[in-house]
């Protein structure tokens, strides 16, 4: 009897700071045989985010951590090659938690069944996946709506894009920050942004306040830091922060201050929003009908770095945090 083996990707040891290569390792595990009610898939395709940083730490989050000599677990789309299943048939796409490895074995419960005929499957993991429906949420969280001057950080990266194209599908304004030239470009040729200005030229603030002389409604938040300073500065009475990522800080050693200028938050009647995206999930049908439609009729561009190989995807999450990826990070499985 033939062995099927998979490559996986384990936590090696707890990083402190940023991550190195030395705290993963790359191992071959033999699959386990199916049993009744349980398929075998094939990824095609698996997410690092930077999120995952955070369950590498030990203690208590939102999300369990990490265990040290497991295999990491992620987002990813994949096709069922075996079923012993009504649920599935061989050939069909679904997307799981199961990344960071080559092969497993799950039961029906785990999966979620997606459009094999989408292009490219990877979207899956991006536009029309959770960072897709992070940045849907978080819109919604506030109400974001016609007419609104929105800011958004990190404005380049999975959730960033999408929130500022949907955004504009709104009727909003919508400006952006960003960490290159070509970043730049991207948000302004490709996803249509208003203004788009690169975060490292010049400070923040005066840049913010350069592009939206008026101030803003919204401030979307994915890094923490000086920005989230800027735009408390610069958001109106009575405007709105989406509190959805601080990847500023996710490698800090320690604790940093909050804003100095946090008593705006009192001073201009401002709503700050924290949001988990899994908190959600009772309305992955209504994103996925809104957000799949405007996907399909060419209204929202999908943008990805792709790495290709099991072996390459520690050095895809590290690519993360040196400002890598334009739009999703996403490594190709088979």
């Given at each position: 009897?033939?062995?099927?083996?998979?490559?996986?990707?384990?936590?090696?040891?707890?990083?402190?700071?940023?991550?190195?290569?030395?705290?993963?390792?790359?191992?071959?595990?033999?699959?386990?045989?199916?049993?009744?009610?349980?398929?075998?898939?094939?990824?095609?395709?698996?997410?690092?985010?930077?999120?995952?940083?955070?369950?590498?730490?030990?203690?208590?989050?939102?999300?369990?951590?990490?265990?040290?000599?497991?295999?990491?677990?992620?987002?990813?789309?994949?096709?069922?090659?075996?079923?012993?299943?009504?649920?599935?048939?061989?050939?069909?796409?679904?997307?799981?938690?199961?990344?960071?490895?080559?092969?497993?074995?799950?039961?029906?419960?785990?999966?979620?069944?997606?459009?094999?005929?989408?292009?490219?499957?990877?979207?899956?993991?991006?536009?029309?996946?959770?960072?897709?429906?992070?940045?849907?949420?978080?819109?919604?969280?506030?109400?974001?709506?016609?007419?609104?001057?929105?800011?958004?950080?990190?404005?380049?990266?999975?959730?960033?894009?999408?929130?500022?194209?949907?955004?504009?599908?709104?009727?909003?304004?919508?400006?952006?920050?960003?960490?290159?030239?070509?970043?730049?470009?991207?948000?302004?040729?490709?996803?249509?942004?208003?203004?788009?200005?690169?975060?490292?030229?010049?400070?923040?603030?005066?840049?913010?306040?350069?592009?939206?002389?008026?101030?803003?409604?919204?401030?979307?938040?994915?890094?923490?830091?000086?920005?989230?300073?800027?735009?408390?500065?610069?958001?109106?009475?009575?405007?709105?922060?989406?509190?959805?990522?601080?990847?500023?800080?996710?490698?800090?050693?320690?604790?940093?201050?909050?804003?100095?200028?946090?008593?705006?938050?009192?001073?201009?009647?401002?709503?700050?929003?924290?949001?988990?995206?899994?908190?959600?999930?009772?309305?992955?049908?209504?994103?996925?009908?809104?957000?799949?439609?405007?996907?399909?009729?060419?209204?929202?561009?999908?943008?990805?770095?792709?790495?290709?190989?099991?072996?390459?995807?520690?050095?895809?999450?590290?690519g993360l945090f040196q400002g890598k990826n334009v739009?999703?990070?996403?490594?190709?499985?088979?």
């Amino acid at each position: 009897m033939t062995h099927l083996m998979s490559r996986e990707v384990r936590l090696a040891s707890r990083p402190t700071g940023l991550p190195s290569a030395a705290n993963f390792t790359l191992a071959s595990t033999e699959v386990a045989p199916l049993k009744h009610q349980q398929v075998l898939v094939r990824n095609r395709f698996m997410s690092v985010d930077p999120y995952m940083r955070g369950r590498m730490n030990a203690g208590k989050s939102y999300v369990p951590p990490f265990e040290v000599g497991e295999v990491l677990q992620g987002g990813a789309v994949g096709e069922i090659i075996e079923s012993r299943t009504e649920e599935f048939k061989p050939g069909d796409i679904v997307i799981s938690n199961f990344g960071w490895r080559e092969l497993f074995v799950a039961s029906p419960k785990e999966l979620h069944a997606v459009d094999g005929d989408v292009e490219p499957l990877s979207a899956y993991l991006g536009a029309l996946g959770m960072t897709g429906m992070t940045a849907w949420v978080g819109l919604n969280l506030v109400d974001v709506k016609a007419g609104d001057v929105i800011f958004i950080s990190g404005a380049a990266g999975a959730v960033g894009s999408v929130a500022g194209q949907l955004a504009k599908l709104r009727g909003c304004r919508v400006i952006g920050s960003a960490g290159s030239t070509e970043k730049i470009s991207f948000l302004r040729d490709e996803c249509g942004f208003d203004s788009a200005f690169n975060y490292k030229t010049g400070p923040v603030l005066e840049q913010l306040n350069a592009a939206a002389t008026d101030g803003i409604d919204v401030y979307f938040d994915n890094v923490g830091g000086d920005a989230l300073e800027a735009a408390l500065s610069a958001l109106r009475v009575h405007g709105r922060i989406v509190a959805c990522g601080s990847i500023s800080g996710y490698n800090a050693e320690k604790s940093r201050p909050g804003p100095s200028n946090l008593f705006n938050v009192i001073t201009k009647r401002l709503t700050m929003k924290g949001m988990i995206v899994s908190d959600w999930l009772d309305h992955q049908n209504e994103f996925e009908k809104e957000v799949g439609g405007y996907y399909r009729a060419g209204k929202l561009k999908h943008r990805e770095t792709v790495v290709a190989g099991i072996d390459r995807a520690v050095e895809a999450f590290l690519g993360l945090f040196q400002g890598k990826n334009v739009g999703k990070m996403v490594v190709k499985l088979s």
